[in-house]
């Protein structure tokens, strides 16, 4: 309840995706569990493509598959988690269509999930980062122009929007948008949790 007279805002809301180019960014349409120990290094999860890192196993997870500790969300039933059994990167990548010379921006809110909450899950390892990145392609499938990973290095307590804007270059055809996780500890310990992934035309005060 706010008290008559003046009321300061001193937070700000980011508005929800407009028209997002990303089909099934925010994985309410569902998202088959992916496991390098049963479906290989790559594949394809509807729009997606998911590649792992040789050695140790990763996993990607709908996040309302757990039941052994709380399912993180941000909206919605559905979220997806990045975790492996110590050590592993995961990539989850989407080609969109896009038109050249256009403003672009591309965000997803994330969380670095430390479950025991003793510092020992995601954050941990040195080289701990998830996020995304973005690439842009021409015609013949060849990289034009890549634009700097953005996303977190430790564990949050919720989940973080992380963002960046471009201008897609006059040759680019499509621009590919992904998820990126490096995960030093084991599953029990920590994940790399996706939810809301955008791509869509930048507005003004971006």
């Known amino acids: 309840m706010l008290a008559a007279g003046e009321n300061r805002v001193d937070f700000a809301l980011p508005a929800r995706p407009g028209k997002n180019l990303l089909s099934n ?8 569990a ?7 290094v790559t594949g394809e999860r509807g729009p ?3 590649a792992f890192s040789p050695g140790a196993a990763c996993y990607i997870y709908p ?3 757990y039941t052994w500790r709380k399912p993180r969300i941000f909206e919605g039933k559905e979220s997806i ?14 080609d969109v269509v896009v038109d050249p010379n256009v403003p672009l921006v591309a965000s997803a809110w994330v969380q670095g999930l430390d479950v025991g909450g003793d510092g020992q899950g995601f954050g941990a390892g040195a ?13 013949q499938g060849n990289v034009v122009a890549s ?27 499509k621009v590919r948008f992904t998820l990126l996780s490096k995960i030093g500890c084991v599953w029990k310990q920590g994940a790399a949790v996706y939810d809301e992934c955008a791509l869509e035309a930048a507005t ?3």
């Open 34 to 40: 992916a496991r390098s120990v049963e479906h290989g």
């Open 81 to 94: 988690s990045h975790v492996t059994d110590g050590g592993g990167e995961l990539q989850l990548s989407q």
């Open 63 to 65: 996040e309302s598959v």
């Open 48 to 50: 997606w493509e998911f």
């Open 204 to 206: 003004e005060e971006e």
């Open 25 to 32: 960014g925010d994985f309410e349409q569902g998202f088959p």
């Open 147 to 173: 634009k700097q990973s953005a996303g977190i290095r430790k564990a949050t307590s919720d989940f973080e929007r992380v963002t960046c804007t471009f201008t897609t270059s006059p040759t680019t055809v």
């Open 127 to 139: 080289d701990d980062f998830a996020g995304f990145w973005i690439q842009q392609l021409d015609g």
